[in-house]
Each structure stands twice: as C-alpha cells, then as structure tokens.
T-cell receptor, first 113, second 115 residues
Framework: AQSVAQPEDQVNVAEGNPLTVKCTYSVSGNPYLFWYVQYPNRGLQFLLKYITGDNLVKGSYGFEAEFNKSQTSFHLKKPSALVSDSALYFCAVSQLGRRALTFGSGTRLQVQP | EAGVAQSPRYKIIEKRQSVAFWCNPISGHATLYWYQQILGQGPKLLIQFQNNGVVDDSQLPKDRFSAERLKGVDSTLKIQPAKLEDSAVYLC?????????????FGPGTRLLVL
C-alpha cells in the first residue's frame, strides 16, 4: 500500500517570506513523488515531480521540492512567496507497479500581503 | 496546446437520478483517468483507461458507476442511481503513456451536487 500525509491543513506566510509545505509518504518500494496546485474552480496543475537523481527538484513558478529518503519526506518550498501563490497544494505518490497516484488531503497556502 | 476538457462544469440532481460526465483528453494522450474529489480530501482514482481498454477499475463502485472510452479518445462517466455521498468534484486527467513516471494533466472538473 502507498500513502501520503500532509500534516498541515493550512499554512500562512507573509508575501516575500520563504514558504514550506510539508509532505511525507509511505511506499514499499522506490517512490515517485509529485506536487500539484489547485486554484478555485480549476483542476489540478502539475508543479514538479521526483523520479530519481538529484534530491532537489525544480518546478514551475519558482517552486522546488527536496526529496529526503531517510525522513520519507518531499517538502515543497519557495524562497519568496507571492500573494498569487495562495491556493490548495497536493502531494502525490506512486511506485513501480502501482499506476495510480495516491494523493494527500491537501494543504491550503495563504500568502498575506 | 489545448488542455483536458470536461463538461458540464456543474450539475445538480436529486438522489436516485442518473448523471453523465464527459471528458476529452489532450490530443495524443493514450491514458485517461477519472478521479473523485470529495470536499476536503485529495482526489481518489475511480478508473484508468489505456486507449479504449480498462487498466484499473478496482475503486469504481460498479453497482452504480460506469465509464467507457469507446474510440480511445473521449470518455464518459455515468452514475445511476446517484446517492447523496456522490456529491463531489469529478476530475478527468490524461497522460501521454501509462506508467508511474508519467505526468497526469487534469481538466477543470465537474462539480456534482446530489440533493
């Protein structure tokens, strides 16, 4: 079985400050990890993914994520938050032989001006 | 490049009625997925197609839900009869190929309210 935990329902950060959205996972094999963002009344938009290689993955809109195998984490980060980053963020995992993505419950990011 | 298209965007029905949702994937994408997203939760896979064949429907409530992708392009998801707990957003996604490494691209979703 595979699972994802996003321990924070909401993260508040001031514009210009760095942001982190946390994600931990559980899989039996090597994980493939994804981050998606969802704006109101819109579908999920792909941000970035980790398959193998460099633990620091760079994605769209200045976001990056760090894969940490020992801590089974894949936290999403951005050096300087924008008000327009306010949205719902989902972490997801898959693994070899499991085609379906398993999503976390989501974290709402609120960036205050 | 056009994204994944879905219709309708919103639907309100009464319980025990039937409803159908339509999805048109990104051109050239062979794999199509239907997800159910209940308020406050992450999306959950209902069914996955590879071309017009079903790859995974293990989480599809087959007593009331059905889906087809007859020509390997468009897909329809049907609920008959609907229950109150079916109120959710139904998301369609597509990817170029099947597999764990492929990025899935999502449509805007259909928001269903069952009264």
């Amino acid at each position: 079985a595979q699972s994802v935990a996003q321990p924070e329902d909401q993260v508040n950060v001031a514009e210009g400050n760095p942001l982190t959205v946390k994600c931990t996972y559980s899989v039996s094999g090597n994980p493939y990890l994804f981050w998606y963002v969802q704006y109101p009344n819109r579908g999920l938009q792909f941000l970035l993914k980790y398959i193998t290689g460099d633990n620091l993955v760079k994605g769209s809109y200045g976001f990056e994520a760090e894969f940490n195998k020992s801590q089974t984490s894949f936290h999403l980060k951005k050096p300087s938050a924008l008000v327009s980053d306010s949205a719902l963020y989902f972490c997801a995992v898959s693994q070899l032989g499991r085609r379906a993505l398993t999503f976390g419950s989501g974290t709402r990011l609120q960036v205050q001006p | 490049e056009a994204g994944v298209a879905q219709s309708p965007r919103y639907k309100i029905i009464e319980k025990r009625q039937s409803v159908a949702f339509w999805c048109n994937p990104i051109s050239g994408h062979a794999t199509l997925y239907w997800y159910q997203q209940i308020l406050g939760q992450g999306p959950k896979l209902l069914i996955q197609f590879q071309n017009n064949g079903v790859v995974d429907d293990s989480q599809l409530p087959k007593d009331r839900f059905s889906a087809e992708r007859l020509k390997g392009v468009d897909s329809t998801l049907k609920i008959q009869p609907a229950k109150l707990e079916d109120s959710a957003v139904y998301l369609c996604a597509s990817s170029f190929a099947p597999g764990e490494l492929e990025t899935q691209y999502f449509g805007p979703g259909t928001r269903l309210l069952v009264l």
